[in-house]
């Protein structure tokens, strides 16, 4: 089943403006990362955040994450062309020994020059 | 250089053929993975191998059978392709649970 559910699906903004993407996810975490996938291509690695962190901060990255709503959001300031892309959150989950990152269903972002 | 790499990167067969995607690491890894990612975009772990030994295999048919012949290899055989399999795989490599790297994926089309 789907770890992380991401809102919205698709987001469209104009350059220079913020984006904020949502992501919920069910079970307790070691970590939640977020990465980039441009069209056609494999996904980047953005920012990681650990359970026991509330903010992230990397350039014109925030990431939140509260645990107790099992929720993080990531914001992209000062938006440009080049952001366009999709964006994914994934979690490691706790206590599983899976070694393996549930994603997100990715939310869509089209930022408009 | 290529961290993480796919061969090849398109594939077209049709059905009932077998065929092999090749994935190769060069960050020293001791964690590899498999994705499948659908038309929709929806990413899902079909495979993971730690130090060469397999720890997780999700529901997937047992068609797919990866192979590792060391750490720094994690090929995917698929035997009897069917039309479903269309889809761009990933392969992905990480140390321990932390950031995971990926290759630019393979797009495999069964006509």
């Known amino acids: 089943s789907q770890q992380g559910e991401e809102d919205p699906q698709a987001l469209s903004i104009q350059e220079g403006e913020n984006a904020t993407m949502n992501c919920s996810y069910k079970t307790s975490i070691n970590n939640l990362q977020w990465y980039r996938q441009n069209s056609g291509r494999g996904l980047v690695h953005l920012i990681l955040?650990?359970?026991?962190?509330r903010e992230k901060h990397s350039g014109r990255l925030r990431v939140t994450l509260d645990t107790s709503k099992k929720s993080s959001s990531l914001l992209i300031t000062a938006s440009r062309a080049a952001d366009t892309a999709s964006y994914f959150c994934a979690t490691d989950a706790k206590d599983t020994g899976r070694r393996a990152l549930t994603f997100g269903s990715g939310t869509r972002l089209q930022v408009q020059p | 250089d290529t961290a993480v790499s796919q061969t090849p990167k398109y594939l077209v067969t049709q059905m009932g053929n077998d065929k092999s995607i090749k994935c190769e690491q060069n960050l020293g890894h001791d964690t590899m993975y498999w994705y499948k990612q659908d038309s929709k975009k929806f990413l899902k772990i079909m495979f993971s191998y730690n130090n060469k030994e397999l720890i997780i295999n999700e529901t997937v048919p047992n068609r797919f059978s990866p192979k590792s012949p060391d750490k720094a290899h994690l090929n995917l055989h698929i035997n009897s392709l069917e039309l479903g399999d269309s889809a761009v795989y990933f392969c992905?490599?990480?140390?321990?649970?932390?950031?995971?790297?990926f290759g630019p994926g393979t797009r495999l089309t069964v006509t």
């Open positions: 992905a490599s990480s140390r321990y649970s932390y950031e995971q790297y």
């Open positions: 955040i650990r359970s026991n962190e």
